[in-house]
């Protein structure tokens, strides 16, 4: 087994000192250190190895390691304890014993325009936001090369980086690069998770809405209200959400002794629509639409139908309202990010709080602990809106 000295050890192993470079081998050595300080994140108190180790690591001479480490020592990001050894500084405070500015760091792939456009960026933006401002904390936009302003900000001496937020799932495989070249930072991604989360690096966390949970209120909700037929619209797409809501709500119907096979029709459509927020939703609104008239044409007897996103579910309501359907049909979509679309169409959602969702991962980087869990999952909301020729809101949530 692997100790902490042996693996503190190895993130200097693979130092490399340039014989041609101008600077001499000692300048080098610290600047080196320096990096790994800072990439790997090591806390206030981490020893580093001796002074002959290191040298025998390297390959170099004891008044090399030990001149680098005076370097370190003289700028104070290394402080030395007599007959102890060196060991990483506190980050309370810069060298100038000024209390060290604390910062945590965003990144998303688009441009801040269309991050305040987009109604789920923007509201885990104002999350993260409002809670670094009630901390004394800010917010730093990553802007051109991510891994270089990175590294800039982990080697400026006035500043304490927290952590790094990776805002959206199309930042997904810059977030687990950014985690794979700065191990020692906490990076935390929210919303959207793929199958292969699990096996992202250690230091990757998520902050995720408990999608199975949400689709299994849904089921139990249109259980209780005995329809003859179920069925479930939606879009197949590159990450799983979709897939686990309907996971979720097939579990319910099992349970109040529905036959899947037999009782439920599943209509799964393909994402084939505009990145561009505005074009995108009324791109799905009409794909529910035509969705719905499929599920129909398949079974003409469905009475309860659930779509885990409500811009289709609105597309499944406008052909249900022009077939004459809305009152003898339960309908429920997901997401609840416009809440004006489910309650003018007075359907059931669920709705994602991802205000606290962005505030929940600054409680988390706040906490200073280790985190025991990779991904977090919060509890979703039903909002069950029945219509008027079924039951009461109260006999379906008793």
Request: aromatic share 10%; proline share 4%; glycine share 8%.
């Amino acid at each position: 087994m692997v100790t902490e000295e042996q693996k503190i050890a190895g993130y200097f192993s693979d130092i490399h000192l340039q014989p041609d470079s101008p600077q001499p081998y000692y300048l080098q050595l610290a600047e080196q250190l320096r990096n790994r300080i800072c990439r790997y994140h090591l806390p206030p108190g981490t020893r580093l190895p001796d002074i002959k180790s290191l040298a025998a690591m390297l390959k170099v001479s004891t008044k090399t390691t030990n001149s680098a480490y005076n370097e370190l020592l003289r700028d104070n990001v290394c402080i030395r304890r007599a007959k102890k050894g060196t060991f990483v500084a506190g980050k309370n405070q810069s060298a100038t014993g000024i209390p060290r500015r604390k910062v945590c760091l965003l990144y998303h792939g688009i441009q801040m325009s269309l991050l305040e456009k987009d109604a789920i960026r923007a509201a885990l933006h104002n999350g993260i936001l409002h809670r670094c401002h009630n901390a004394g904390i800010d917010l730093i936009y990553l802007t051109g090369d991510s891994l270089e302003t990175i590294d800039f900000y982990l080697k400026n001496l006035q500043i304490e980086v927290i952590g790094i937020f990776v805002l959206d799932k199309d930042s997904y495989p810059e977030g687990i690069n950014i985690a794979r070249v700065f191990p020692g930072l906490r990076v935390l991604f929210f919303n959207d998770t793929s199958w292969d989360f699990e096996q992202t690096p250690r230091n990757l966390f998520g902050i995720f809405h408990d999608d199975f949970s949400g689709g299994y209120m849904v089921g139990n909700a249109m259980c209780a209200l005995k329809p003859a037929k179920l069925g479930v619209i939606a879009i197949s797409q590159t990450s799983d959400v979709y897939r686990r809501r309907a996971n979720g709500f097939m579990l319910a119907c099992r349970e109040n002794g529905y036959d899947t096979a037999k009782d439920i029709t599943g209509i799964w459509g393909q994402d084939n629509f505009s990145a561009l927020p505005e074009e995108r939703l009324t791109q799905l609104q009409h794909y529910g639409k035509e969705l719905a008239g499929k599920l129909f044409s398949r079974e003409p007897l469905c009475q309860g139908i659930f779509v885990p996103n409500d811009f289709l579910a609105c597309g499944v309501w406008d052909y249900l309202s022009e077939n004459s359907l809305t009152g003898k049909v339960i309908l429920s979509g997901y997401d609840n990010i416009y809440p004006e679309l489910s309650l003018s169409r007075k359907f059931s959602t669920v709705s994602i709080d991802f205000v606290r969702m962005g505030e929940k991962a600054v409680e988390i980087l706040l906490s200073g602990s280790d985190l025991s869990m990779k991904a977090v999952y919060l509890p979703p909301q039903l909002i069950w809106r029945n219509t008027e020729n079924v039951i009461s809101n109260r006999e379906v949530m008793s």
